[in-house]
């Protein structure tokens, strides 16, 4: 109730205006597993690994580095990601008129670049075995603007329903920023349901994102598998609104994890392709390992 009241507190004393954050660090995936089957939903796990992952999305246009830590129940996620080099012309052009500037109208010496930045700090808990509860704060930089945001995620903990297992959430349950130019800015929440269900030796999961683009028939859609060939090695399969196909493969053993995706872009989709990696070392392990080598 007091994040309620907030919200309607600040939309009096700000400029403000409900729209989709272009940026969310919700929508992108936050590990190599996730990206390899497409982006489907994963949970957080709740060992003592510390992962290391870049992802390098449509030909590095867009780049996401993510630091990942397990610590008393609480999983600490950091985040920096972005568009880096974006050209600026609002300098260059001259005398334009209805039609545009024309070419003797760019005055190029004085076209520049800047870079689109968040930094994200999400900390996520499990509460009373039924719901993960993560808190969003970001730090925006875009051109010679920033902004500071907070944002809040509820989703279950796995549910089961006969051989079908399945999360509910809501993505921006209350998420808002406040810009340098004093506009304030709420984000639209949005539904996410994940289904899994495992045959043999392969785990096959659905994750949709739904919002008010249901009226357009718009349903944002994620779909991948996970096959265990061994205990040591996984691979992945995935297809997205994005990607036509996404696959992947994991290298795992009690002390460290190697991880990696590929993302082939769909045909509509005017950019290169992506990839993911990423390293997991197992900091409770390694620390035991150590005991052994120095009593």
Known sequence: MKFYLLIIISSYLFPFEILDDSMNINYSPLSVESSAMGGVYRPFNADKKIIFSHLSKFGGIYTLDIIKYNYKQNNIIFTSHG??????????????????????????SKINYFNIKDFNLIISRIIKNKYSLSIK??????????????????????????????????WDFISFKRW????????????????????????????????????????????????????????????????????????????????????????????????????????SKLAERAEDFYP
């Open 180 to 283: 340098s130019t004093s506009s304030f800015e709420y984000y639209k929440p949005k539904l996410m349901i994940s289904f899994e269900y495992p045959i043999l030796k392969s785990l096959n999961i659905l994750t949709l994102y739904i919002d008010d683009r249901l009226l357009e028939n718009i349903i944002n859609y994620k779909v991948g598998s996970k096959i265990s060939l061994t205990d040591n090695f996984n691979i992945y399969f995935g297809n997205s609104n994005l990607d036509k196909l996404s696959i992947g493969f994991s290298i795992i053993n009690e002390l460290f994890n190697i991880d990696y995706s590929y993302m082939m872009s769909n045909d509509n989709v005017l950019f290169d392709n992506s990839y993911n990696i990423g390293i997991g070392i197992n900091i």
């Open 137 to 170: 704060s970001t730090f925006s930089k875009n051109y010679n603007e920033y902004g500071f945001g907070l944002g809040i995620n509820i989703v279950t903990v796995k549910k089961e329903f006969k051989n079908l297992d399945y999360y509910l959430g809501v």
């Open 83 to 108: 568009v880096d080099d974006i050209t600026n012309t609002t300098q260059a052009w001259q005398n334009i008129d209805n039609d545009g500037p024309a070419a003797n109208e760019i005055d190029y």
